[in-house]
């Protein structure tokens, strides 16, 4: 269930790292990768993900980002 708080935020979007393009919050996923050794999240819209985009080092793991 999305926050209260981000729910009455209307302008509050994230961008995706593989398309480019702005989604609201509840629409994307992160997903795990790995840049020299760190891990690192990368946020992407469902659509890319489902489309099979993976960041670098992708550790395996998709999930909903949790809220
Ligand atoms: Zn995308």
Redesign the pocket.
Known sequence: MPSAKARDNKALVAT??????N?SPEAMVALAGRVEGRARSYP??V???EGG?RPPGFDGIYGYRPS
């Not at 995706?16 to 393009?21: M, R």
């Open positions: 995706c790292v593989a398309c480019g393009k989604f992407v819209c659509a890319c993900a985009w």
